[in-house]
């Protein structure tokens, strides 16, 4: 068994907005203190490695497990995100990609239940 993943941390401009928009899109208990806000999601990090085509600029996403990719999706929107990428099938599930108000690329993930 390998070293799980079990941190990750997004970079923001406003704490405080940033705070609101996750706690509000994902249900996570966002504890703020001074310059950073600990995020409690309350389930295990999981991830895989992508080979990259010579084209291709390095990256790192970040998935959220949601219930419903589209609905997710949407309410970032909504709270101020962006999509930048529709729900996509694959095949272990859904996924979709979402820009926070600060930018940053955030994956929303939904396991294939035949998958997990």
């Not at 928009?21 to 999601?41: C, E, M, P, V």
């Not at 390095?58 to 959220?64: G, L, P």
């Not at 309410?75 to 529709?86: E, I, Q, R, S």
């Not at 729900?87 to 599930?93: A, E, K, M, P, Q």
């Amino acid at each position: 068994m390998g070293n799980p993943i079990c941190h990750f941390e997004i970079g923001c401009r406003d704490l405080a907005r940033s705070s609101e928009f996750y706690s509000k899109l994902f249900d996570w208990q966002i504890n703020q203190q001074q310059s950073a806000g600990w995020i409690r999601t309350g389930e295990d990090i999981g991830g895989h490695l992508k080979q990259l085509r010579d084209d291709q600029r390095n990256y790192v996403a970040v998935y959220i497990a949601v219930d419903d990719v589209q609905a997710s999706l949407d309410k970032a929107v909504a709270l101020g995100g962006k999509a930048l990428l529709p729900v996509t099938n694959i095949l272990s599930g859904q996924c979709s990609w979402i820009a926070d108000p600060d930018g940053n690329v955030i994956g929303l993930f939904k396991e294939t239940p035949d998958t997990a």
